[in-house]
């Protein structure tokens, strides 16, 4: 009973909130989404440096996937769309590629300074930047249009899906960077399609297969399994109900 009725509180907690969200005004949506923002340049100053790529692992796509869960269509895209502006702008977190890591505090082992700027842009890891969008955008969407999308078998695949969209842009991004420079500096050669998993891809999949199944976990019991507000398949639940 006791268990029973701590979950009956939580559902109704975030199902108050999901509402809420959705009602608040425009500044308060706008306060969420830069919280976001933040949290995801926190998840790229947490890098594992890889001898073989440019690009590190970081913590970024806990917090991109979680941005899309928590905030839904519209604003977990703005999130990472005021991420990826406020760095270009200058703010330094940005993971970057693995040139001179730089300890953000002596001694700790993982947490390395960002950059900023509008450097990134011809850097090996802004495709990854432009998938966090992509993926905040198409999750969030999703968890906010159909009550069944946020049911752990379909939010699952969503999430999968969204990561899935990361490495699309990550990999087209690195192999376009890898083989002409942009114009700016010596292409490195040609690169097969082998070569750009290994380089692009595959080291991200185990970790990432985690996060994504940190945020399932928690979209499993926060994610509101009644509609809060214009889902398309709302008023089947209700009548159901």
């Not at 839904?72 to 703005?78: D, F, I, T």
């Not at 906010?144 to 899906?161: E, H, K, N, T």
């Not at 692009?200 to 199944?213: E, H, R, S």
């Not at 214009?230 to 009548?239: M, Y």
């Amino acid at each position: 009973m006791a268990a029973g009725a701590t979950i009956t509180r939580v559902r109704t907690i975030t199902y108050n909130f999901y509402r809420w969200r959705f009602e608040s005004d425009f500044l308060v949506r706008l306060g969420l989404a830069a919280l976001f923002a933040c949290f995801t340049g926190f998840g790229a100053l947490i890098k594992v440096y890889l001898p073989w790529t440019p690009v590190p692992i970081t913590g970024q796509l806990f917090f991109v996937l979680a941005s899309a869960v928590v905030l839904g269509k519209h604003l977990g895209g703005l999130s990472q769309v005021l991420y990826a502006f406020v760095g270009i702008l200058g703010v330094p977190w940005f993971a970057g590629p693995n040139a001179n890591p730089e300890p953000f505090f002596d001694g700790v082992p993982g947490l390395y300074r960002g950059i900023g700027g509008l450097a990134i842009l011809t850097g090996p890891t802004f495709g990854y930047i432009l998938g966090f969008i992509a993926a905040a955008t198409v999750v969030g969407w999703a968890v906010d249009s159909r009550v069944r999308y946020r049911r752990p078998q379909f939010l699952g695949l969503l999430l999968l899906a969204g990561t899935s969209l990361v490495y699309l842009f990550g990999s087209v991004w690195f192999f376009a960077w890898w083989t002409t420079g942009f114009g700016l500096v010596t292409s490195r050669g040609g690169l097969s399609f082998g070569d750009l998993m290994v380089r692009a891809v595959i080291p991200f999949i185990p970790l990432d297969l985690v996060k994504a199944g940190i945020v399932l976990g928690i979209g499993t019991i926060i994610l509101p399994n009644r509609p809060f507000a214009r889902e398309t398949d709302g008023s089947s639940l209700n009548a159901a109900a």
